[in-house]
């Protein structure tokens, strides 16, 4: 909440900022060959659209917008900012791919890059920073076909216990997959064995997924819209705020410190169990630099593997949670991914990366798992570093840059009928598994654009796909309730990530020998 006892002064300086900004934009309007920016609802003289935006499923809003405006790309104005949304996948490749140089920059959050201090974590660190790419290439090298290969043990080992626990308590099964999607990230990343969602670090992981939302909350933090508040000092009356952020950022320094601690210590005892941040280490500590180099190098390995758990833990999991509740119930793409998993368990006893290529329909489903229930339904928003231009319109420089993926993902022009959930929109044609699919790929926008792109795709898909296939080959999954079979009458969840809202849901042992 903004400080009462101070309005008058932060009023006065956003007045001054918003005229400010305005004034610029009015001139460089004046300046570009593109004059007018893209369509969009003004809203209020102060706030612009900040009252009309809804609290949940704001990407149904965008299309609507689009529609009534007649235009793919909309924009408006939440207080001083410029959002521009981009409801269609040619303005989302035109301009999050194509010219990925300057749409790949995250919009600045003052209070929590800032004064939380996490301007350096790799979702929020400016493309144009070197660690970027560091950052990237690293996770990439850990979590791409090598990697998924060596945490494959890993991955075996917690879908079986996952198996275990869905079968005696399959009541709880929501819990059973957030234990599962969180010990592997914590057994990949660290090398760290987690029984119950209780674990101490876990607790470390989701507090700091409360804080990082808490201070990232839009609308919240007029330090974000008036940044020379930053500068305001903690003792002032009416900065409440600014120690609120500054314990925050204390705590989010203390808490990324925990994991990354324990690898060190188990390292020094000769105990460290192979993970991420343990091979990285080990590999740093034989290289030979000067220690600023080395004290550099090890600060980048702790931010890369403190993302793992935020980037992978609520995307896997609301990816498995839709998936097991769409297939209770569609039985017959159920049954129909199972007989290939059948087929495929009766030639090979265990289940390696290989393998996945023989499953095409379960692959097909997984993709419209994320083409039906969009994981990220606006991915993570981008920032443009320079003014452009795109179908006439002027896309002001700084502007945040929100691609709607669900629109994408029910655009009945690249997928007929798009309410309706069909996994043979993805089957390849002749069975030729590196056949093109009849409907465009959707994982090439479940993942995000340019130079954000997520650099787990492999690992997630490869990880989503084992368990998929385990559990529909363990048990029958069904739902009593018809009302539910119906798609049109599911609810989803909104927030950075998105799923189905869980319904009740049984899970039936087959008598099939473990594998
Ligand atoms: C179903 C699973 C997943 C989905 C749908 C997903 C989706 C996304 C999306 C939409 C973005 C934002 C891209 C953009 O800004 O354009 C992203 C970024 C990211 N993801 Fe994933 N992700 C998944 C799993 C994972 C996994 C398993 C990891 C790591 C092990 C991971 C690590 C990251 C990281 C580090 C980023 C930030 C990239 C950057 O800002 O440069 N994600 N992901």
């Given at each position: 909440m903004f400080p009462v006892e101070s309005v008058a002064l932060y009023l006065t300086c956003f007045s001054i900022t918003l005229l400010t900004t305005r004034l610029l934009s009015k001139w460089s309007h004046r300046t570009s060959s593109a004059s007018r920016l893209p369509p969009g609802p003004t809203g209020t003289l102060f706030a612009g659209v900040k009252r009309l935006l809804p609290s949940t499923e704001p990407w149904k809003k965008y299309l609507a917008w689009s529609k009534h405006f007649d235009s793919p790309i909309i924009s408006f104005r939440v207080y001083n900012k410029r959002i521009v949304v981009l409801n269609d996948y040619r303005s989302v490749q035109a301009l999050l791919d194509n010219r990925a140089a300057i749409y790949s920059d995250r919009p600045m959050s003052w209070m929590y890059n800032v004064i939380c201090g996490r301007g350096n974590a790799i979702f929020n660190?400016?493309?144009?920073?070197p660690r970027h790419k560091a950052y990237r290439r690293l996770i990439q090298q850990g979590l791409g076909t090598k990697g998924t290969k060596l945490a494959w043990p890993v991955l075996q080992d917690e879908v079986n216990a996952l198996l275990d626990g869905l079968s005696s308590s399959p009541a709880d099964w929501e819990q059973h997959l957030l234990r599962t999607t969180a010990g592997i990230v914590m057994k990949v990343a660290f090398g760290y064995s987690i029984k119950t969602l209780e674990d101490p670090f876990i607790k470390v992981s989701e507090e700091t997924s409360k804080i990082s939302g808490w201070a990232t909350t839009p609308g919240r933090w007029l330090v974000d819209y008036v940044p020379i508040l930053r500068y305001v000092p903690s003792w002032v009356p009416g900065a409440a705020w600014k120690r609120q952020g500054l314990q925050w950022k204390e705590r989010l320094t203390h808490l990324s410190d925990v994991p990354h601690q324990w690898v060190k210590a188990q390292l020094t005892a000769g105990q460290g169990i192979e993970s991420f941040t343990s091979r990285l280490l080990s590999q740093l500590a034989e290289e030979e630099q000067d220690s600023a180099q080395a004290e550099e190098k090890e600060d980048i390995i702790k931010w890369c593997s403190g993302a793992l758990y935020a980037g992978a833990s609520h995307t896997t999991v609301s990816a498995l949670t839709s998936f097991v509740l769409l297939m209770a119930i569609h039985p017959d793409i159920q049954q129909k991914a199972r007989q290939e998993v059948d087929e495929l368990f009766k030639y090979v006893g265990v289940l390696d990366t290989v393998c996945l290529s023989r499953l095409p329909y379960l692959r097909a489903t997984l993709k419209e798992v994320l083409r039906f229930a969009p994981v990220g339904n606006l991915a993570l928003p981008h920032c443009v570093i320079q003014e452009d231009e795109y179908m006439g319109y002027r896309i002001p420089k700084g502007a945040t840059i929100l691609p709607n993926v669900w629109a994408i993902m029910h655009d009945p022009i690249l997928y007929p009928d798009p309410f309706v959930f069909s996994p043979d929109r993805f089957v390849p044609r002749d069975g030729d598994v590196n056949a093109t699919s009849p409907q465009p790929d959707p994982t090439q926008f479940a993942f995000?654009?340019?130079?954000?792109?997520?650099?787990?795709t492999e690992f997630a898909e490869a990880s989503l796909l084992l368990m998929m296939a385990k559990i529909i080959y363990r048990f029958v999954l069904e739902c009593k309730d018809s009302q539910l079979h119906n798609c049109e009458n599911l609810q989803f969840t909104t927030g950075i990530t998105s799923h189905i809202k869980p319904f009740p849901i049984t899970f039936t042992p087959r008598d099939v020998s473990s594998l």
């Amino acid at each position: 909440m903004f400080p009462v006892e101070s309005v008058a002064l932060y009023l006065t300086c956003f007045s001054i900022t918003l005229l400010t900004t305005r004034l610029l934009s009015k001139w460089s309007h004046r300046t570009s060959s593109a004059s007018r920016l893209p369509p969009g609802p003004t809203g209020t003289l102060f706030a612009g659209v900040k009252r009309l935006l809804p609290s949940t499923e704001p990407w149904k809003k965008y299309l609507a917008w689009s529609k009534h405006f007649d235009s793919p790309i909309i924009s408006f104005r939440v207080y001083n900012k410029r959002i521009v949304v981009l409801n269609d996948y040619r303005s989302v490749q035109a301009l999050l791919d194509n010219r990925a140089a300057i749409y790949s920059d995250r919009p600045m959050s003052w209070m929590y890059n800032v004064i939380c201090g996490r301007g350096n974590a790799i979702f929020n660190i400016s493309a144009s920073n070197p660690r970027h790419k560091a950052y990237r290439r690293l996770i990439q090298q850990g979590l791409g076909t090598k990697g998924t290969k060596l945490a494959w043990p890993v991955l075996q080992d917690e879908v079986n216990a996952l198996l275990d626990g869905l079968s005696s308590s399959p009541a709880d099964w929501e819990q059973h997959l957030l234990r599962t999607t969180a010990g592997i990230v914590m057994k990949v990343a660290f090398g760290y064995s987690i029984k119950t969602l209780e674990d101490p670090f876990i607790k470390v992981s989701e507090e700091t997924s409360k804080i990082s939302g808490w201070a990232t909350t839009p609308g919240r933090w007029l330090v974000d819209y008036v940044p020379i508040l930053r500068y305001v000092p903690s003792w002032v009356p009416g900065a409440a705020w600014k120690r609120q952020g500054l314990q925050w950022k204390e705590r989010l320094t203390h808490l990324s410190d925990v994991p990354h601690q324990w690898v060190k210590a188990q390292l020094t005892a000769g105990q460290g169990i192979e993970s991420f941040t343990s091979r990285l280490l080990s590999q740093l500590a034989e290289e030979e630099q000067d220690s600023a180099q080395a004290e550099e190098k090890e600060d980048i390995i702790k931010w890369c593997s403190g993302a793992l758990y935020a980037g992978a833990s609520h995307t896997t999991v609301s990816a498995l949670t839709s998936f097991v509740l769409l297939m209770a119930i569609h039985p017959d793409i159920q049954q129909k991914a199972r007989q290939e998993v059948d087929e495929l368990f009766k030639y090979v006893g265990v289940l390696d990366t290989v393998c996945l290529s023989r499953l095409p329909y379960l692959r097909a489903t997984l993709k419209e798992v994320l083409r039906f229930a969009p994981v990220g339904n606006l991915a993570l928003p981008h920032c443009v570093i320079q003014e452009d231009e795109y179908m006439g319109y002027r896309i002001p420089k700084g502007a945040t840059i929100l691609p709607n993926v669900w629109a994408i993902m029910h655009d009945p022009i690249l997928y007929p009928d798009p309410f309706v959930f069909s996994p043979d929109r993805f089957v390849p044609r002749d069975g030729d598994v590196n056949a093109t699919s009849p409907q465009p790929d959707p994982t090439q926008f479940a993942f995000g654009f340019g130079r954000r792109a997520c650099p787990g795709t492999e690992f997630a898909e490869a990880s989503l796909l084992l368990m998929m296939a385990k559990i529909i080959y363990r048990f029958v999954l069904e739902c009593k309730d018809s009302q539910l079979h119906n798609c049109e009458n599911l609810q989803f969840t909104t927030g950075i990530t998105s799923h189905i809202k869980p319904f009740p849901i049984t899970f039936t042992p087959r008598d099939v020998s473990s594998l």
